[in-house]
Structures are given as structure tokens and as C-alpha cells.
């Protein structure tokens, strides 16, 4: 019994993480073509807090419900469109980032803050490779002018985020039972 009840807990953190990322994307900064959003916040605390698998399953429920037609990509977004265009490669490198913010943080028996620092890093690089690489595609732009577009102008944010994140994570990781 206790196996299905982990796996219930399992689903419902994956789910309020999945529209915790939602509520992210409402807060919104417009830029062209990417916009600043709080998504990778709770994409980082996903990773973070669930671990790989439940942290991956939270960001592909939120891409799911974007794709299936819900409003919860930046901007009020959604369909399969929005996954194929210029930021999609953003949203599938959530998935992957939160499954290897979780597993490198599921490494160490107590991660301290540079650890959890240091995953969350690398869970951006993640969604920037895959993100520069799909705007680089669909844009038609090469490859420095994909990462002055869709990095540059978001370093400063996303180490102020990932700052934030981490602090939160380490806060909040005992709190979190999965």
C-alpha cells in the first residue's frame, strides 16, 4: 500500500508543479522572439524538489495541456503550434532540464546550496541548447544570432531566478515527501 500511496503523491506534485510552471508563464515579460517568464523557476524547483522522473513528468503534464490546447504557454499560448515555432524548443528542454536538475540533485545524499546551484545551472544550459537550437531552425537565424536573441537577454534574469531557486530548494526540500 505504501508504493501506490508514493505514486499518488508522486502524480499530485507532478501536477501542481505542471501548473505551478503554468502560472509561471502568465507572468510575462514581452520580448521578441522569447519572452522572460518565471516558467524555468518552477521547472528549476521541479527538478529540484520531485527528483528526475516526477520533476520530467511536471513539465511534459504542462507542455501536455499547452499542446492539447489549454492557455498556459507565455503570452496565453497553446497548440501544437507554439511547440513547433520559435520557443518550442524551450518548453521540451523543461522536460529535460527538470529530469537532470532531479537526478543530478538525486546524486548526493545531501546536496548543499552550490550543489543544488550547480544543477539548476545545468538544467539551464539544457533548456538554452535545445531552445537556441529550435529558434535557430525555425527563425532561420544562425546560430550566434539564435544565442544573442534567445540568451542573451535573459542571463541576468535567469541567474537572479536560479539564485532564487536554489534558496527555495534548499528551504523547502525536507518539506517536500515523494
Known amino acids: 500500500m505504501v508504493k501506490s500511496n508514493n505514486s499518488l503523491r508522486r502524480m ?10 503554468a502560472a509561471g ?26 527528483g528526475g522522473y516526477a520533476g520530467a513528468l511536471s513539465q511534459f503534464v504542462y507542455v501536455l495541456l499547452g499542446v492539447i490546447g489549454l492557455p498556459v504557454f507565455s503570452g ?17 528542454g523543461f522536460i529535460l532540464a527538470a529530469y537532470v536538475i532531479g537526478k543530478m ?4 545524499k545531501e546536496p548543499g546550496l552550490a ?3 550547480l544543477s539548476l545551472v545545468v ?33 541576468v534574469g535567469d541567474v537572479l531566478k536560479l539564485v532564487a531557486t536554489a534558496l527555495i530548494g534548499l528551504k523547502l526540500r525536507n518539506q517536500v515527501k515523494i
Do not use: D
Request: no cysteine; proline share 6%; net charge positive.
Open 76 to 92: 496565453g499560448k497553446a497548440g501544437l503550434g507554439t511547440l513547433m515555432g520559435p520557443t518550442g524548443g524551450y518548453l521540451i
Open 115 to 117: 550543489w543544488l546551484g
Open 105 to 108: 540533485v538525486e546524486a548526493k
Open 123 to 155: 538544467g539551464n544550459l539544457v533548456i538554452y541548447t535545445l531552445g537556441v537550437a529550435q529558434l535557430s531552425l525555425v527563425a532561420h537565424l544562425s546560430i550566434p544570432k539564435a544565442l544573442l536573441a534567445g540568451v542573451v537577454p535573459f542571463l
Open 25 to 50: 508563464s502568465l507572468i510575462t515579460i514581452p520580448m521578441q522572439p522569447v519572452p522572460i517568464t518565471l516558467q524555468t523557476l518552477f521547472t528549476g524547483l521541479a527538478g529540484v524538489l520531485l
Open 12 to 21: 499530485v506534485y507532478a501536477s501542481m508543479f505542471g501548473a505551478l510552471t
